[in-house]
């Protein structure tokens, strides 16, 4: 029999001052292409051929933060945008493009510039992963901010072995900024890309920032 992948923990947090609602719950589910349609639900967890999608997304409250998800050895790359973009790059054939945008709060975060008339939507921003270091298992952890109704879509995707595959996340609307923590499996991982598009209707924002990956499965409850 043909082996199956390993099940992957997504958790998504609300970021808010004290309080959050904790739930698990079933989301819709997208093909690896970007639609305009109205999902249930602002994130959403793409399903897989044959019907599954083989995640489990959790809605968790940010509490301190685990010692052992704090172990420098274990950090592979860490990014607040403050400073530039880090190890990432930009696909410089989108049409529109990841731009740094001074946070209110303090220092920066990535948004996607505005529409243009194009042949090409979308912004993919990119992390080529270092073969050397990388692991069985790694947690990839990162805030997002898709605000607006038809503000448009934000999307995860992994590289492996030299081909794209579909959708692993995504969000398309929403309030506010959340936290999400995604456990990836396997060696063969070449790149992480973030895709982002903005909506035609020139409302809303589309937001990256404090993006992790570490060694190990992410913990529940960070």
Not at 90 to 111: F, H, K, N, S, V
Not at 139 to 165: A, D, E, K, T
Not at 169 to 197: A, C, M, P, Y
């Amino acid at each position: 029999p043909k082996p199956t992948d390993p099940p992957v923990v997504i958790t998504t947090a609300i970021v808010t001052t004290r309080q959050v609602e904790t739930t698990t719950r079933e989301k819709s589910t997208v093909d690896n292409n970007i639609h305009n349609e109205v999902h249930r639900g602002d994130v959403f967890i793409p399903k897989k051929p044959g019907g599954s999608t083989g995640l489990t997304e959790i809605d968790i409250e940010i509490g301190e933060e685990n010692e052992a998800g704090d172990d420098p050895a274990m950090l592979l790359h860490s990014c607040n945008f403050d400073y530039g973009l880090c190890e990432w790059t930009r696909e410089r054939e989108d049409d529109q493009q990841w731009e740094t945008i001074a946070d209110p709060a303090g220092g920066q975060y990535l948004t996607v510039s505005e529409v243009k008339e194009t042949h090409k939507p979308g912004a993919r921003l990119i992390l080529p992963v270092d073969k050397s270091v990388i692991s069985e298992e790694m947690c990839l952890s990162f805030r997002h901010l898709v605000s607006g109704r038809h503000s448009g879509n934000l999307h995860l995707f992994i590289r492996r072995n030299g081909v794209h595959g579909p959708a692993l996340w995504g969000r398309n609307s929403g309030h506010g900024w959340r936290h999400t923590q995604i456990t990836l499996h396997g060696l063969d991982i070449e790149r992480v890309i973030f895709k982002g598009e903005r909506g035609k209707e020139r409302t809303g924002e589309i937001g990256l920032d404090d993006i992790s990956l570490k060694r190990g499965r992410c913990l529940e409850g960070l």
